[in-house]
């Protein structure tokens, strides 16, 4: 019995920890942190759970509201967004900003890379939205989970199968198969699978690209990645839709 306390109170605190790298919560409000590898980051995509939550919520809340109106999914769409970047303290789609402007020859790339992005989430959004409504919301619920997982693998592939990456790996895998399986059911199997197969676009593509550039798999890349597969999701759901 103790060593299942033991085992609930780790798992809490990690999760909690998780929720704060995610959420951005108040300083005062951040769980103890955990030295061992892996410790929170195997929960990520849980914490993208909380993210996908709120993204339906308001989703479904301006939907309702809109309902009839043809631009009422695309005011959604923005709304939802809008909700996220509060939530989260819109940390990734600043790192892609920094990292696009790292990379880029000249300035100005940085704002370029981040239109298209939030257009590209907006516009799939948007489009999932006009032909299924239980569709988009388990696209949203499911999306910032399998986002985050992205960076993780590509992490544990960086990190050659190192065993601690392996471990958290398989438990941030887990995350995600039930957001998987609640779009497969409500927007349909052809929506899931290309959701999946734009995820696995996107993760190649920004990997080798990357590869070719200086630096190592830091957190503004992994964050980088992490909005990439975000929108490849959504514009997979949206094709599948």
């Not at 100005?108 to 299924?132: E, K, N």
């Not at 438990?171 to 198969?177: E, G, H, M, Q, R």
């Not at 830091?218 to 839709?241: V, W």
Request: charged share 10%; aromatic share 6%; with cysteine.
């Amino acid at each position: 019995m103790t060593a299942l306390r033991d085992h609930l109170n780790l798992f809490a605190r990690r999760f909690a920890l998780a929720l704060h790298r995610t959420a951005r919560l108040p300083a005062s409000a951040a769980p103890a942190d955990d030295d061992r590898p892996g410790g929170s980051e195997r929960h990520l995509p849980g914490a993208g759970t909380l993210v996908g939550l709120l993204a339906a919520f308001v989703f479904a809340v301006f939907g309702l509201l809109l309902r009839g109106n043809p631009a009422g999914p695309a005011v959604a769409a923005v709304a939802s967004l809008f909700a996220v970047l509060v939530l989260t303290g819109a940390a990734n789609e600043s790192a892609v900003f920094r990292l696009a402007e790292a990379l880029a020859p000249r300035a100005g790339h940085g704002v370029i890379a981040l239109v298209v992005l939030l257009a590209a989430r907006i516009a799939a959004v948007a489009a999932t939205g006009t032909v299924s409504e239980a569709g988009v919301l388990a696209a949203l619920l499911a999306g910032p989970v399998v986002s985050r997982f992205a960076p993780l693998l590509a992490a544990h592939w960086a990190a050659h199968g190192a065993t601690e990456d392996a471990a958290t790996v398989r438990v941030a895998a887990l995350w995600c198969i039930v957001p998987v399986l609640l779009l497969g059911f409500a927007g349909g199997l052809p929506c899931a699978l290309l959701a999946l197969a734009g995820v696995a676009a996107a993760w190649i593509g920004l990997l080798r690209f990357l590869r070719h550039r200086p630096g190592g798999f830091d957190a503004a890349r992994a964050a980088a990645l992490q909005q990439a597969c975000e929108a490849a999701f959504y514009l997979g759901a949206s094709l599948g839709a």
